[in-house]
């Protein structure tokens, strides 16, 4: 409980998205145009977006994310999870809200990887 285990230190890894290590590297305060944070295209299909993969199994319910927040730009989005990357169940869907900076995302417990 308590406890952020989508981390490095938890074995937690970046599958999909650009910048990889700035993801997960704990560091909250420290980021700008040229590091520190994880992007990803935006395309037609809806298939890109970044992607974490737990270290092993874990029962969730609250995701902690920080949007881009240094200048006015906002952002939609969804959250899926999974244990296997085949089945996806979505869990959070901002898709027709404008967010920015910190995100704190509350949901049924699920187990996901």
Request: aromatic share 10%; glycine share 6%; charged share 25%.
């Amino acid at each position: 409980p308590e406890e952020n285990i989508a981390t490095m230190k938890h074995g937690a890894q970046v599958v999909k998205g650009e910048l990889k290590s700035s993801l997960l590297d704990g560091d909250t305060q420290n980021y700008d145009l040229d590091h520190g944070f994880s992007r990803h295209p935006i395309e037609e299909d809806g298939r890109s977006g970044l992607q974490v993969k737990l270290g092993q199994p874990s029962i969730i319910n609250h995701i902690r994310l920080l949007l881009w927040d240094r200048d006015s730009r906002s952002y939609s989005y969804y959250i899926e999870v999974s244990m296997d990357e085949l089945d996806w169940v979505r869990v959070i869907d901002h898709s027709k809200y404008l967010c920015r900076s910190w995100q704190n995302l509350y949901f049924t417990p699920r187990i996901c990887r």
